[in-house]
């Protein structure tokens, strides 16, 4: 068999397993996603670097699924939001542009309010240091929103803790928002202002009138809520049964070391 007969093979061999590899990664996204409802997203179809203007051949609308769709993530429709705008952080092929990755520099007249997804508010909630976690948390974090209050509900008032809100995006912390506030290291601050529905709005202003707001911060790959967080009074802390069940529930991986 000739040289030449020999490249031709390899080369053919070499089409046909991209081929099959292609096939195979289309086949396995699909079984993994069965079943779930897809939105378009707004993707960078190009590396991108910080600084660089927005044009529309950067940038590409692909399926994404609706349950791992980021808060800020940008559909076709908010294309104009952002082109001409230049983006604050290096993105990469494929990933999803965000709306606080230009918001520093969002149309004039916009900036900050320019930051807030269509159909919801900016509320501020006042935070010390325990309650901003030492000050660690920065735009676009997630964060689960809890409240303790009086409960008269039953037999005499006692003081309960709940989790209001879930998977809550920050939009600033202080005055600093977009990722220049993301980039700031040792940021002092007391205020953090999120973004929520009109509904969870009036629920956060009437909840900082009458108790305490605490917030706990979530890992930015975890957006899914729970679905059964109960309340919790001095009652339930005291009682051994129902904190072995709350302990049970955490996952913990005890990592050993060899010994020689």
Known sequence: ????????????LGVLAVVFMNFYLRSLRKSLYQGME??????????LAAGTQLTDAQITAVPYPKRYTHPHALSPRDKSLILGQRIQIDVVRGQPILLSDVGGEIKPGGEFAATIRKNERAVTLVVDEATSLSGLIRPNDHVDILATLMDSSGE????????????VTVIAVGTAFGRSGAATP????STVTVSVSPEEAEILVFVQ??????????????????????KITLDDIIQKEVLQRIQ????IEI???SSK
């Open 255 to 257: 990592i050993r070391g």
């Open 186 to 189: 040792n940021l002092a601050y």
């Open 209 to 230: 009138e009458r108790g305490k707001i605490s917030i706990t911060l979530r890992n930015p790959q975890n957006l899914v809520s729970e679905t059964s967080l109960p």
């Open 38 to 47: 897809f939105g378009d997203i707004l993707t960078a179809s190009q590396d």
């Open 1 to 12: 068999m000739s040289r030449r007969t020999q490249l031709l093979i390899g080369v053919g």
């Open 156 to 167: 005499g008032a006692r003081t309960t803790t709940i989790t209001l809100l879930q998977n």
């Open 248 to 251: 049970s529930k955490r996952d």
